[in-house]
């Protein structure tokens, strides 16, 4: 059988110019695969510029679907795209709008999809949906409590085994706190830490959770397209779950700036970020890459420890790139 993560396959990936997306394409292209790419807009494209990427202007949610035929010649698809989620206050009804649009788009995605061609859907749900695990460490068998994205990610994911008895091979994979120089880490965490802002946080014991960076995400979810067995869900964190203020203080140490962290009641940090974001830290969440690794996959940064200096890094950066 041909898998996709040998040389010269092809894959279809959807969220291609998306935060965890771009890194799926660099670790794609690096591979030696060639990739058509989603992406809704024009304006998007320069950014996947690559001669082993094939730019496929696309709405998963429109009825004009050109990108349809494209997909069904895939040999394996990474589906990444999800509506909209950071940048604003997520409040419940945006959250509830954000679910019924992630099924829609899911289901135009599964229906298009050649069974007969296509070896492996990488189905990219998220680690919020077993949300509060409690003390313990927990494997993918754990009964799920969702909780911040999870129980709007719920419907989404409680609907694959459905697509499986249907004959599509989707693999789950459940990433954690997708660390890196972007998407929420940037935006709750670098930034503020540059501009002198506090880094806000919830008040009372510290809640631990299973953080993974980014390019480590990227490479695992690539793995899976070849070693993800078919109906199977596999967390994709690192080997050491930390303390949610944990990213920050080393984010603090390695931009060499103090940092200010400031912990807030339920309350008020829901009055600033919306409930689901404030619901994101306010649980435990310890998960065991054991199964992930069980497929072989070895990663480059087993701890944030490791991976939270180079992801400083490779932001500051950008911002120097950014503002030449
Ligand atoms: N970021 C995290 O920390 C994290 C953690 C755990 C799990 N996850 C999961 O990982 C996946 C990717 O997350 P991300 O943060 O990388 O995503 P993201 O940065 O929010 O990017 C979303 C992507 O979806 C595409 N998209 C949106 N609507 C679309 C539509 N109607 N048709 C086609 N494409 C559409 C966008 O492409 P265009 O705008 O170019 O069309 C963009 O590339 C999601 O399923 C998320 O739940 C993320």
Same mark, same amino acid.
């Given at each position: ?24 394409? /660099?670790?794609?292209? @690096? ?5 058509? @790419?989603?992406?809704?807009?024009? =304006? ?15 709405? #998963? ?19 990444? @795209? ?17 679910? #019924?649009? /992630? ?50 990610? @719920?419907?989404?994911?409680? =609907? #694959? ?14 990433p ?15 930034e503020? #830490?540059r ?12 809640r ?13 979810i690539?793995h ?21 203020? /944990? ?17 807030l ?25 054991? /199964? ?33």
């Open positions: 059988m041909t898998l996709a993560s040998e040389k010269g396959q092809r894959l279809f990936l959807t969220g291609a110019t998306g935060f965890i997306g771009a890194y799926v394409l /660099r670790a794609a292209i @690096a591979a030696g695969h060639d990739v058509d @790419a989603l992406t809704r807009s024009k =304006s998007n494209a320069g950014v996947l510029a690559s001669e082993r990427v094939k730019v496929i202007t696309g709405d #998963l949610s429109a009825k004009d679907a050109r990108w349809r035929e494209t997909m069904r010649k895939a040999d394996a698809v990474i589906h990444l @795209a999800q509506p909209q989620t950071f940048g604003r206050r997520v409040t419940k009804e945006r959250a509830r709008q954000y679910c #019924l649009r /992630r099924l829609e788009m899911d289901r135009a995605l599964f229906e298009a999809i050649d069974p007969a061609k296509t070896r492996r859907i990488v189905y990219v749900a998220g680690t919020s949906y077993y949300g509060d695990c409690g003390p313990e460490i927990c494997n993918e068998t754990a009964v799920p409590h969702p909780r911040g994205w999870g129980p709007y990610l @719920a419907p989404a994911i409680e =609907s #694959l085994p459905e697509y499986v008895a249907r004959g599509l091979p989707i693999v789950a994979a459940f954690g706190w997708v660390y890196g120089p972007g998407s929420w880490f940037a935006q709750y965490v670098l503020p #830490l501009e002198g802002r506090p880094v806000y946080g919830l008040r009372g014991p510290a631990y959770t299973s953080p993974i960076h980014v390019e480590d995400c990227a490479r695992a690539l899976l397209t070849d070693s993800g067995e078919i109906g199977s869900r596999y967390f994709i964190v690192d080997d050491a779950p930390v303390p949610g203020e /944990r990213l920050a203080e080393i984010a603090a140490k390695a931009l060499g700036v103090t940092g200010r962290g400031r912990k009641p339920f309350v008020l940090l829901q009055l600033l970020s919306g409930h689901v974001i404030a619901d994101s830290v306010a649980y435990e969440n310890r998960l065991s890459n054991h /199964r992930l690794k069980a497929t072989g996959f070895s990663f480059a940064f087993p701890s944030c420890e490791q991976g939270v200096p180079n992801a400083v890094q490779q932001w500051l950066i950008n911002q120097l790139d950014r503002d030449r």
